[in-house]
């Protein structure tokens, strides 16, 4: 694939640099490409089903997804038991990733655990399992060649920034970046909710700065100031995902100064679903 571009935009009166790794594909894009960076380059022989879980909003799901099609892998994907609405959407990330061909499995809440534990046994050499949000030290590669195309793109900037679910692309870019300055916020859980599920990967590099939100957000409900920030930067000409950049940005925007390129992690094409949310509460 070729590089992804790098656009400006302008928020507050300050300009930003932003790596466009939302052109990347439709719905292989973002930071999910990169952590999938080293499946990708399987040859399609390799293997023949991958296996993952978590939840039905999931942008690491709709990318398992398109990567399974165009490699002729099957996909199974683990979830709780879904809501007869979230079965029936027509839009978003679930509705997609099943007309890719992911077959979706539900689990009793009460075995859940213990049966994604159980994937791991008696595993075939041709099966590959991809943890939740893709945390896994697969990841590497992709985000030493992201690094790679900062350097090379030779801008004046030291810092980057990208929001943190699981923290696996924040974490992986600051080992490949060392130079640099790299900013994440957690948008799942709390500070030290991040920086556990970290250092299961790896040490924690110094240039990794975790910025702290003001106020505390529940991971993907609708409010106000996210809503508001992600007209900010669709009026500013980029459309960035409601779950995780909307809380970055601000974090950026209340407790930085100095220049930075951000990071785009895709996932717009989860907003749809999570816009028809917004309007429900009346924001428009
Ligand atoms: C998955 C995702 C993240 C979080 O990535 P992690 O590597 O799990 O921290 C951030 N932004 C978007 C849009 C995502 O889809």
Redesign the pocket.
């Known amino acids: 694939m070729n590089i992804s571009p790098i656009s400006k935009i302008t928020l507050d009166g300050r300009e930003f640099f932003v790596k466009r790794d939302d052109l990347i594909d439709p719905f292989l894009a973002?930071?999910?490409y990169r952590?999938l960076y080293t499946l990708l380059q399987t040859p399609s022989n390799k293997l023949s089903k991958i296996i993952s879980y978590g939840g039905t909003q999931?942008?690491?799901m709709l990318?398992i997804s398109a990567m399974c099609q165009s490699k002729k892998w099957e996909f199974i994907y683990y979830t709780k038991p879904l809501s007869a609405t979230q079965k029936e959407q027509n839009d978003g990330n679930f509705f997609h990733a099943k007309r890719l061909g992911m077959q979706h499995i539900e689990i009793d809440e009460f075995f859940y655990k213990d049966f994604i534990a159980s994937l791991r046994l008696n595993l075939d050499k041709k099966i590959y399992i991809v943890d939740q949000?893709?945390?896994d030290k697969l990841?590497k590669e992709g985000l030493e060649i992201l690094a790679k195309e900062i350097t090379e793109a030779n801008l004046h900037v030291k810092s980057v920034a990208?929001?943190?679910?699981?923290?696996?692309?924040?974490?992986f870019l600051a080992l490949a970046l060392p130079e640099y300055r790299v900013y994440?916020t957690p948008?799942?859980g709390d500070v030290e909710y991040l920086k556990l599920q970290m250092q299961s990967l790896y040490d924690i590099p110094k240039n990794l700065i975790i910025l702290e939100p003001n106020k505390k957000y529940h991971f993907a409900k609708p409010y106000l100031d996210h809503f508001e920030i992600y007209q900010k930067t669709l009026q500013a000409g980029i459309e960035?995902?409601l779950?995780?950049?909307p809380l970055?940005w601000r974090c950026l925007l209340e407790q930085t100064h100095e220049d930075i390129l951000y990071i785009?992690?895709?996932?717009?094409s989860?907003n749809k679903s999570m816009l028809k949310r917004y309007e429900k509460k009346g924001f428009k």
Do not use: E
Not at 264 to 268: E, L, N, T
């Open positions: 973002g930071n999910k952590k999931s942008n690491a990318a949000g893709g945390a990841a990208t929001p943190s679910g699981t923290g696996t692309t924040a974490l994440t948008c799942v960035f995902d779950l995780y950049a970055m785009h992690s895709g996932g717009v989860g």
